[in-house]
């Protein structure tokens, strides 16, 4: 790779391999927080390394890539963020043999300053990374990029313990003996050239180790000598040399008191280092965390801060002075109690790193995307300033939430109407809707079929104050003047905004019942519009707040016009279907007509149209005498549900009575010729049908008996129930073939003899089938219920039927015909 520093190679391996569980963390939380298959932190070298892997795929990747194949020398190549949402499509990695394999088919890098190394997110499938997933990986790499730097500035430091051990191990450190009693001071050599004193002139006192210490330490220092004589415990202590030269060394010192007989401290020894080197490397550190580009700051355990940064000093608008060794609670009190404290609290406790967004009010006023890491002297805080990118996306989730809410409410409505509940129902659904997530109270109105508005449904939050809302509902509309804003808003089709209620509203209301509901109900502000679809004002709506909600802003306003224009749709739509629906049923009707009531049995039909279709269908009753005198009962169902299966059930069943009554012909015969009809007439046409005939038979008076003759072609089966109150399902094991198919296919003719006051229903499959209902069980509910409704009237008996099995409808028409013996009948000799 151009530019490739094999040093500086050498030197980001090292680092990584100091910093490994830091930087461990690191790709870890950058796993867990975009979740790709692999999160990794390459160094680029004469081949990709992979220093770090995370991930549930982490374990199938090679250590070890040629730079040819790897998307992360892209990445380092360009030195700028490298998304790859759909690798096998993008020219610039399509042909690395990662992507051509399959193993990468999204990627997301991003190269770490000062070194030749990226820290990347990857997955098998394209993936869409939002500029969130490119901001936080960023906000990682920065913090991989500053651990390398620390690990790297550690290793010197690391070198630099080396060499202090190696002066341990050849009596480099000084040693110190103080007698505290005489004051006499004993050093050795070492220690005498640190401060700078020759053996000949040092005076062995206290003071030659005061008259060496910078102005600045000299009170400290003593402090912590003093100290150590009270409480007989250790120091470790640093403080600064001045040599006469004007040279200034760090010298770092431990020591103890050593105790008499009574406990009493009369000496403080120790050893002591030149540690000016070390402070050399701090400093280095702290360079580096300067230059940051994120907010840093460190805290004690006990959370007093040890270390801030400059970035940290102005997104605080605190100084170092004023932070450094306070405490975090006592400087920032809003921060108790918040997201802050838990996170905060959680991570020193648990040892796991905290990722968090938290808000900080005023005088910060802003919201915060931070990072702690826990450390065994306390919390490191990285920290950015968020403000603009959270309303960004507050704003974004609230038109989200504001369009989720108009698909809710309005899909609502629209299932009301489609349910056939009403217009005042759905109105009903709508104002449920929109308390409180618009208003803490609505009311919905509806233009009736004279052009005037009907208030049909009103909710208020508070449940003690709904009935007071519905008295107002019940009288505004008399009460209202013209200069009242529903007026406007239905007068210029825009919403109206109503900043003061009571000064638009209120004041123009007469005294009485009126007036004391609105001063009960009290509302502040409100809007008030139309709900037009096409051109027609369908109805309105008027949205109340009450004084302790803000009013409407623009994005409320919005949501609350986009609602109403899709409800006003709704309505208009099912207006124009039940419109086109009635239609459909009284043309469906008027081909069907009255069944005869001959004088040995009663006869009933029903029918009734799909719920959910505004088409006609093809489902037909008949009853009707033939030329002998015998009643016949016929049932059909025309495959299809639209003009032409009506146009072909009317044909159908003007033949089939047309074939029956001519010669007086048998179920089986009437299907034969029916099905012969429809094929040379060639009307192309499928149908199931059944057609019963009811055959009077001799016998004592009080006594006779009826046969049914019944043929099926593909219909639900005929039951009957007896006298008794048994019912008996006619089915067959095999059925014979539905009309249309095939003229010449074999059909059956089946009988059963009734007594008098037995029933027989015939039916369409609309009744007893449906996405709800499969037809066994359908079949079987219809036999329980006529076991049990069998003895009501013969209509009422339909009437219960249809109602329990289809109490919402059918996703089908309906049609049904039955008859029922005369249960007193003395039948004539048979003929």
């Known amino acids: 790779m151009s530019g490739y520093d094999p040093a500086h190679g050498a030197a980001a391996r090292a680092a990584a391999v100091a ?70 499509n993008d020219p610039r990695v399509a042909d690395r043999a990662l992507v051509t394999s399959g193993e990468i088919g999204a990627y997301l890098g991003v190269p770490l300053q000062g070194w030749h190394a990226a820290l990347c997110v990857f997955g ?13 990986l960023h906000l990682l790499a920065e913090c991989v990029a500053t651990e390398l730097r620390l690990a790297a500035v550690g290793a010197e430091s690391e070198a630099n313990r080396w060499r202090w051990g190696l002066a341990i191990d050849a009596a480099e450190l000084g040693s110190f003996d103080w007698d505290a009693v005489a004051d006499q001071l004993i050093w050795d050599d070492r220690l005498l050239d640190l401060y700078g004193w020759d053996r000949a002139a040092f005076p062995g006192t206290l003071s030659a180790l005061i008259e060496r210490l910078h102005p600045e330490d000299a009170d400290g220092v003593t402090a912590t000598i003093r100290t150590a004589l009270v409480t007989g415990e250790g120091f470790d202590q640093q403080h600064r040399v001045q040599l006469p030269s004007g040279e200034l060394r760090w010298v770092r010192a431990r020591g103890r008191a050593v105790l008499d007989g009574t406990g009493t401290a009369v000496r403080v020894v120790g050893v002591a280092h030149d540690a000016t080197a070390q402070r050399r490397v701090e400093a280095q550190v702290a360079e580096v965390l300067e230059s940051m580009p994120a907010a840093f700051f460190s805290l004690d355990r006990d959370w007093t801060f040890r270390y801030v940064n400059g970035g940290a000093e102005e997104l605080l608008g605190a100084t170092r002075a004023q932070l450094l060794g306070g405490d975090l609670w006592e400087l920032f009190p809003d921060a108790v109690g918040s997201g802050f404290e838990t996170n905060y609290r959680q991570a020193m406790t648990s040892g796991e790193p905290a990722a968090f967004d938290a808000y900080y009010p005023p005088p910060l006023d802003a919201w915060y995307e931070v990072r702690a890491w826990p450390t065994l002297e306390g919390l490191s805080v990285y920290f950015s300033e968020v403000t603009e990118r959270y309303r960004t996306e507050q704003a974004a989730r609230r038109r989200a939430e504001g369009l989720a809410l108009v698909t809710r409410v309005s899909d609502t409505v629209a299932a009301a109407l489609v349910d056939g509940r009403g217009a005042a129902e759905a109105m009903r659904e709508l104002a449920l809707g929109v308390v409180p997530a618009l208003g803490d109270w609505v009311i919905v109105s509806l233009t009736d079929e004279g052009g005037r508005l009907q208030d049909v449904a009103t909710w208020h939050r508070d449940p003690g104050l709904r009935p007071v809302a519905e008295r107002y509902a019940e009288l505004r509309l008399a009460a ?156 059909g169902d025309v495959v299809g549900h639209d003009t032409k299966a009506a146009a072909a059930m009317g044909q159908l069943r003007g033949l089939l009575r047309g074939i029956a009554w001519r010669n007086a012909a048998g179920p089986v015969q009437v299907l034969r010729d029916l099905d012969g009809a429809i094929e040379g007439l060639q009307l192309h046409t499928l149908a199931t049908a059944a057609v019963a005939r009811l055959e009077r038979t001799g016998g004592e008076p009080g006594r006779g008996e009826t046969r049914l003759r019944w043929s099926n072609a593909g219909h639900p089966p005929l039951m009957v129930r007896h006298a008794d109150g048994g019912v008996v399902v006619l089915d067959t094991q095999r059925a014979d073939l539905m009309l249309g198919v095939a003229a010449d296919a074999p059909r059956r003719e089946h009988e059963v003899l009734l007594q008098p006051g037995a029933t027989v229903v015939l039916y369409t499959d609309g009744l007893v089938e449906g996405r709800d209902l499969p037809l066994d069980d359908g079949v079987a509910r219809l036999a329980g219920l006529l076991a049990e409704l069998g003895d009501l009237p013969l209509g009422e008996l339909l009437d219960q039927i249809v109602d329990r099995l289809r109490p919402q409808g059918s996703e089908d028409d309906v049609a049904l015909v039955a008859v029922r013996l005369h249960p007193d009948e003395v039948l004539p000799p048979a003929r």
Request: charged share 20%; net charge negative; with cysteine.
């Open 19 to 88: 910093a490994g569980p830091v930087l461990q963390r690191l790709a870890d939380l950058a796993a867990r927080l975009l979740g790709p298959d692999v999160a990794q932190l390459s160094l680029i070298g004469e081949m990709q390394t992979a220093a770090v892997l995370s991930g549930p795929a982490a374990a199938r990747q090679a250590l070890e890539l040629p730079l040819a194949e790897s998307l992360c020398a892209v990445t380092v190549e360009t030195g700028e963020p490298l998304v790859v949402r759909d690798a096998a």
């Open 124 to 136: 098998a499938a394209p993936r869409d990374w939002t500029d969130q997933d490119v901001a936080v």
């Open 480 to 635: 209202l003047t013209s200069t009242a804003p529903l007026v406007a808003a239905l007068a210029s089709g825009k919403v109206i905004e109503v900043p003061d209620v009571t000064e638009a509203v209120g004041r123009t209301l007469p005294p009485g019942p009126v007036r004391e509901a609105f001063e009960t109900l009290a509302p502040a502000t409100a809007v008030a519009l139309g709900l037009t679809a096409h051109g027609r004002t369908v109805g309105a709506m008027s949205v109340y707040r009450s004084a302790d909600r803000d009013p409407m802003d623009p994005e409320d306003v919005e949501v609350v016009h986009q609602l109403a224009g899709r409800v006003a749709l709704a309505l208009d739509s099912a207006a124009l279907q039940e419109q086109h629906r009635r239609m459909a049923e009284d043309l469906q009707r008027s081909l069907l007509t009255d069944p005869p009531q001959p004088d040995h049995a009663d006869i009933a039909v029903r029918y009734s149209p799909a719920v959910q279709a505004a088409q006609v269908g093809g489902d037909w009753y008949d009853a009707f005498l033939q030329s002998d005198g015998t009643t016949v009962l016929a049932i």
